[in-house]
Structure formats: structure tokens, C-alpha cells
């Protein structure tokens, strides 16, 4: 009898629940997708790469005891890194890994939730339309797509499945990025009048590998299933292990570190693309062979489509060859300077009185503000206020992967980061002024879709 009651009140409830969800727009399908707090959930990975084995898993070895999940496979398809890989994570967590030969191996193993993706540039978005396909939550490393053919596959998959993709494109997990996004759209600060983005390092080996180059062999890989969709070419080492540094694998400068400050901008102007973008830069420098630039300056227009005579200019430069500036985010507007290196907000540049009065204008200087106390006054829950972008974006994929909500850098993100990453190489690449054509979404240069 008891049993009886307890299933019947458990039924009940759980109709009672449906009908609830239902009326929140959520199907009985996708109230059985919520993963429950006591269900463990089980992740694997996609390429054991460094940026995974120094930023993603500390991370996930931080979390995942308080939030129930676990590690359990690791995929790639180089013999050398994938036992690597095995024996790392073992050791991080205390436990057997798979090691599996490729991704239809692990997605084979059918005890996988979820996986992290951080593989060569160009091949992110094919790799995650595989494992939503297999039916996995995923957190796939930025730039999304190098391709719009990718970024328009990789967006359907997505929306077509529901899985949770977490691009991985952090500052919007950042609390002082959130408190400039919300000083933004509040009104405080005014219309954007002019984005300064810089990227600077001094470093010849950023993005080589020249200890490893010579150890990797072609037997011990899979030289066809790494192209994927690129045109065919003989083994190269280099452009296995140094892809950054050669198209059609990497962008570079552009897929790799504009398309972080890119996306704040997108994310504070509420804008999904550049309307255009000129580029030029070349490679001064570091004459290694590579094919990437070690040396860029992008201008772009943005605005909405709609009204040509509203809008801004955003110039984002970068070069590998002198670290002076390093990283900068600087936002100004008529009043003045919202400055992501400081976090402060100022009065800096704005309209000041004496100018303003021989116009019959009135003055427009903003207060000062620090976005660092701002943030600490908003942030409630210690576990999100980590000054760790990394461990904050990593910890609310595992959010979301249980609550179903979607994460802080949904899939559109990357769609939209890719479209501006895509119009800068083309504007690179053919030295034309580059648009987007919003009903093909397509890239343009001269007149024609670029093509790598």
C-alpha cells in the first residue's frame, strides 16, 4: 500500500509538474532532458590541446566535486597526446580515463553528457555539429567557425538539436564585464561613439611548437580526419601542431584574440555583426613561413543596418612583435572613457562646459565610477564573483547544462563573433572593403563571396 501511494503521489506530482512546465513553454521532452541534482553528469573531451589541459580542466577539477560531474573519456586522434591525455586526467582525478581514437569512438561509449571541444581553430564548429548530433551538451572553444559554410552549419545543428553549446568566449561571464554591459544599457554611459581594441605580445614562439614538430609522425595520426572539410594537402607537421600561423586552419590574430574584444562589442552595443571592415598588416617580422599575419589593424563600421547615419567605429590592432599596450578594451562616448584595462568609468574626453556653452550645448562629463566596486556589490553568490573569467564561464555551462538555461555565450555569440572574425581575414586576404550580406549571410569582398 505503501509503495502504491508513493507511486501515485510521485505520478501526481509529476503531472502536476508537466502541466506547469507547459505553461512555461517547456514540452514533457524537454522536462526529460533536465539532468536531476543527483544525476552525475559525465563529460568527455575533444582534443587534448594546451589550452584545455591549462585553462579548461583546472577549472573543471575546481568544480566538478560540488557540482556532480565527472570526467571519464578523452578523444584525439594523435597516438602521443591521447595517452597523454589518459594519464593527466588520471592522475587529476583519480580514476580510469578511455582513451578513444577518434569521436565517433567516444560518442560511441554511450555514457557521455557532455564534452569540452578545443581543437585546431577550423575545425570547432564541425565538432561540435558531431557531438550535438550525438545528442552531447557542449563547451566548444572560440573562434567558433573560420568559414561562414561552418558557422551556418554549426548554427542549425545547434538550434535543431537544443542542446547547451557554451562558446568559449569568457568576458561575458566576467563580473566587471557585466557591470559595463549593464552601465551601458541603463543609459548611463550614452551612445557608443568609438571602440579602441589592442592585443600586443613580444613572443616569436606564440603558436609554434618546435619541440614537438619532429615528433610527430603520420602513422601515429589521423592526417585526413584532421583536415575534415579543407581542401586536401600532403602530412605537414607544422600545420597540425602551428595551425594558428596558417590558413585556411587559423585566421590567427583575428580567430584568436580579436574575436574575444570583438564580442563585448557585439554584446555591449547590442549588434550581431561589423556593417564593414577594412584591414591591412602583413608579416614583418617573424619570417618562419608562416601564412598569418604577425602584424593587423582592423577598422570597422558598426550600426544598425537600418540607419546608415547612426553607428560607430570600433579599430582593434594587434602585433606579435613589440608587447607595448598590451591588452586594452577602451569604450568612449560623447560624455567619456569606460576603460576594461582600469575598470573605471570617467570623465575622460567628455564634453566640457566651456566647449559645450559656445555651442549652446550643456556639458557632458560622466561620474567616475569603478567597475570593480560596482561588481562586488552586486555579486551575491561568492562561486560567481571569481575574478577567474575562465573558472566562471566553465562554472555556469555546468549550470546550464542542468538547468537547461542558456548559457552566458549561446551559440548566436559565436555565430556573430565568427561573421566579424570571417569578414576580417577576407579583408586581410584580398584587400578589399569587406560587407555582409544579411540575406545570403554571406561575407563579401568586391562584390563576390569570399571563398578561402
Not at 585553462?55 to 565527472?70: C, G, I, W, Y
Not at 567557425?145 to 554549426?154: G, K, Q, S
Not at 566553465?394 to 555565430?415: L, T
Request: charged letters at 25%; proline letters at 4%; one cysteine or more.
Amino acid at each position: 500500500m505503501k509503495n502504491s501511494r508513493r507511486e501515485f503521489i510521485k505520478k501526481g506530482s509529476m503531472a502536476g509538474l508537466a502541466t506547469y512546465m507547459g505553461t512555461m513553454g517547456l514540452s514533457a521532452q524537454s522536462y526529460r532532458n533536465i539532468i536531476g541534482a543527483n544525476d552525475r553528469v559525465n563529460v568527455g573531451v575533444i582534443g587534448f590541446s594546451d589550452r584545455f589541459r591549462g585553462s579548461l580542466l583546472p577549472s573543471f577539477v575546481k568544480l566538478h566535486k560540488e557540482l556532480n560531474f565527472d570526467m571519464v573519456a578523452v578523444s584525439d586522434i594523435w597516438k602521443k597526446r591521447r595517452e597523454e591525455g589518459q594519464a593527466y586526467l588520471k592522475q587529476q582525478l583519480g580514476h580510469d580515463i578511455t582513451a578513444c581514437v577518434n569521436n565517433e569512438a567516444l560518442y560511441d561509449l554511450k555514457n557521455i553528457d557532455a564534452v569540452f571541444i578545443s581543437t585546431a581553430d577550423f575545425q570547432h564548429a564541425l565538432h561540435t555539429v558531431e557531438a550535438v548530433k550525438a545528442g552531447k551538451d557542449t563547451y566548444t572553444e572560440k573562434p567558433l567557425a573560420e568559414t561562414m559554410e561552418d558557422a551556418r552549419a554549426v548554427l542549425k545543428a545547434v538550434k535543431d538539436s537544443g542542446k547547451i553549446v557554451q562558446v568559449g568566449s569568457q568576458r561575458r561571464s566576467g563580473t566587471t564585464y557585466k557591470a559595463a554591459y549593464d552601465f551601458i544599457q541603463q543609459g548611463k554611459f550614452g551612445p557608443i561613439v568609438m571602440v579602441e581594441l589592442i592585443w600586443n605580445v613580444n613572443q616569436p614562439g606564440r603558436w609554434r611548437r618546435p619541440s614537438l614538430v619532429p615528433q610527430l609522425r603520420e602513422e601515429d595520426t589521423d592526417w585526413k580526419r584532421f583536415l575534415l572539410n579543407r581542401p586536401f594537402e600532403k602530412f605537414d607537421p607544422r600545420k597540425y601542431l602551428e595551425f594558428r600561423l596558417f590558413w585556411p586552419y587559423s585566421s590567427g590574430i583575428p580567430g584568436q584574440w580579436m574575436c574575444h574584444q570583438i564580442d563585448t562589442v557585439h554584446w555591449f552595443a547590442n549588434l550581431p555583426h561589423p556593417r564593414s571592415v577594412a584591414v591591412n598588416g602583413g608579416i614583418y617580422a617573424w619570417k618562419d613561413g608562416r601564412k598569418n599575419a604577425d602584424t593587423l589593424t582592423a577598422v570597422f563600421d558598426y550600426g544598425p543596418l537600418s540607419d546608415l547615419s547612426k553607428g560607430f567605429q570600433v579599430i582593434f590592432s594587434s602585433r606579435m612583435t613589440n608587447a607595448a599596450g598590451d591588452v586594452k578594451e577602451i569604450y568612449y562616448s560623447n560624455g567619456g572613457t569606460l576603460n576594461l584595462d582600469t575598470n573605471q568609468i570617467s570623465s575622460e574626453g567628455g564634453l566640457k562646459e566651456n566647449h559645450a556653452k559656445a555651442m549652446g550645448m550643456k556639458a557632458n562629463l560622466l561620474p567616475s565610477v569603478s567597475l570593480n566596486e560596482v561588481a562586488t556589490k552586486v555579486t551575491t553568490d561568492a562561486n560567481t564573483g571569481s575574478d577567474d573569467l575562465t573558472l566562471s564561464h566553465v562554472r555556469n555551462w555546468m549550470d546550464c547544462v542542468r538547468s537547461r538555461k542558456q548559457p552566458n555565450a549561446p551559440i548566436e555569440a559565436g555565430y556573430n563573433h565568427a561573421i566579424a572574425v570571417i569578414m576580417s581575414n577576407a579583408a586581410y586576404r584580398t584587400g578589399q572593403k569587406v560587407t555582409f550580406d544579411e540575406k545570403k549571410q554571406e561575407v563579401m569582398a568586391g562584390g563576390k563571396v569570399f571563398k578561402y
